[in-house]
């Protein structure tokens, strides 16, 4: 699985912006995608994941200012980031977890190129 993330950028705080990822290569067992981020100095934290039904879920610092979705036909997630906050600044990673539903093993993480989200005071 190949993940080709855009957007980001800088913003001043109170913008928006949005990231747009697509998937390419064995999408079929595609499960959950969505998005993490991670500052300096501190470790890679989940923003938000959608599942191949629909769920979205949201760490709670974004919950009411971003909104995470998903095209299964097209094979793209896409994190619309609002009310930005300079604590909001970070790299941003795409992420997809593929499994074959009737495996038992976990399922494997692919990662896209990580894009540069900058919020200024």
């Known amino acids: 699985v190949q993940l080709q993330a855009s957007g980001g950028g800088v913003v001043q705080a109170g913008g928006s912006l949005r990231l747009s990822c697509a998937a390419s290569?064995?999408?079929?067992?595609?499960?959950?995608m969505g998005w993490y981020r991670q500052a300096p100095g501190e470790q890679r934290e989940l923003v938000a994941s959608i599942s191949s039904g629909g769920m979205p879920n949201y760490a709670e610092s974004v919950k009411g200012r971003f909104s995470v979705s998903r095209d299964n036909a097209k094979n793209t997630v896409a994190l619309e980031m609002r009310r930005l906050r300079p604590e909001d600044t970070a790299v941003y990673y795409c992420?997809?977890?593929?499994?074959?539903?009737?495996?038992?093993?976990?399922?494997?993480?692919?990662w896209g190129k990580g894009t540069q989200v900058t919020v200024s005071s």
């Open positions: 290569g064995s999408t079929f067992d595609i499960n959950d």
């Open positions: 992420n997809a977890k593929w499994g074959p539903l009737t495996s038992s093993e976990p399922d494997i993480d692919y």
